[in-house]
């Protein structure tokens, strides 16, 4: 399949049904929400019942997808459908379909990339959880608190997930080491391990459960002020990986502003073709391996291989 000869009604066309179609995506639930306000504001009076409405279905229907999206993938799509409008206009200036099929190629990729930032942000979360959690518990102990009582009163934060399971253990006489042992299991709460191995040892060897939380604190800060400064060190490698990416484009909209019309030259040549494929092939091979040494210098005892 070439890039000339596109239609550009057509690409115009495929253009409006691909927005369209984000927006409702994106926008699911606003129908509902106009609806839910005229039936306030008329007072609650009657409402009469309207005919069949195929924006609502179609609203419905993207409202189940993006549900099952959720439940099957871990988190919501949204933010990636953006590549679709990009594409769009992109086909649009280069009178070529290959644009929209690149960016439709390029959304599960974008969303699984925006995904993992996601959890990386929820794993710093938890694991600054974990450390304000023993700081507060220790503080409800040396007040003179019961541990049980003292880890009802702390709010978890960012560990809400299973906290249940700790507190029901805590109120009904349970297992709280072996709950603390599974909220752990969360990616950033590894640190309630260590809570529960301070709780286990305090209850059998009546060992102080505060001074056991306050150096576990302690040493999850320690890890987490190297993790940071690791961070800040690997920042300029990112930042030049990120400017290296970006200055295909920049050349382009250069090429655009001096006349040369690049698009049409990379897109409707045969050896423009070939370059944009070997350039998108060595782009997004110097993209991973940056993100492999990245991962490889974060997370020195973790496989290689290991990337989600």
């Known amino acids: 399949m070439t890039g000339g000869g596109a239609d550009p009604g057509a690409l115009t066309l495929c253009a409006a049904l691909l927005c369209a179609g984000a927006a409702v995506w994106l926008f699911p639930g606003r129908g509902r929400q106009v609806r839910r306000a005229r039936l306030l504001l008329a007072g609650g009076g009657p409402v009469e019942r309207a005919g069949p409405d195929p924006v609502r279905r179609l609203s419905e229907t993207a409202a189940w997808l993006r549900e099952r999206w959720r439940v099957r993938y871990g988190g919501r799509m949204g933010r990636e459908l953006l590549c ?3 594409g769009c206009v992109i086909a649009l200036l280069g009178s070529s379909i290959l644009p929209l099929l690149g960016a439709v190629l390029a959304t599960p990729a974008v969303g699984r990339w925006l995904r993992a930032r996601r959890r990386e942000r ?5 694991a600054a959880g974990v450390i304000e959690l023993c700081a507060a518990v220790a503080g409800e102990l040396r007040a003179g608190r019961h541990p049980c009582e003292a880890l009802l009163a702390v709010d978890p934060g960012q560990l809400r997930e299973r906290w249940g399971l700790v507190t029901a253990a805590a109120r009904f006489g349970g297992d709280v080491p072996d709950a603390l042992r599974r909220a752990a299991r969360l990616p950033g709460a590894e640190g309630l391990a260590g809570v529960a191995a301070c709780w286990q ?5 009546g060992a102080g459960l505060a001074a056991g939380l306050d150096r576990v604190a302690a040493a999850l ?3 987490r002020d190297q993790r940071e400064s690791l961070d800040a060190k690997l920042a300029g490698a990112r930042a030049t ?5 970006v200055l295909p484009v920049v050349g382009l909209v250069l090429g655009g502003l001096l006349g040369a019309d690049p698009l049409r ?3 409707h040549t045969p050896a423009g073709l070939g370059c944009l494929l070997v350039g998108g092939l060595l782009e997004w091979a110097g993209l991973v391996w940056t993100g492999r040494m990245v ?3 974060r997370e ?3 496989p290689v291989a290991d990337e989600r």
């Open 300 to 302: 020195p005892g973790r």
């Open 295 to 297: 991962r490889a210098a």
């Open 84 to 86: 679709l409008p990009v």
């Open 221 to 223: 800060r320690a890890e």
């Open 265 to 267: 030259e990379l897109l």
């Open 241 to 245: 990986a990120v400017a290296l990416a």
């Open 122 to 126: 929820d794993r710093a979360r938890r």
């Open 201 to 205: 040892v305090a209850v059998d060897e």
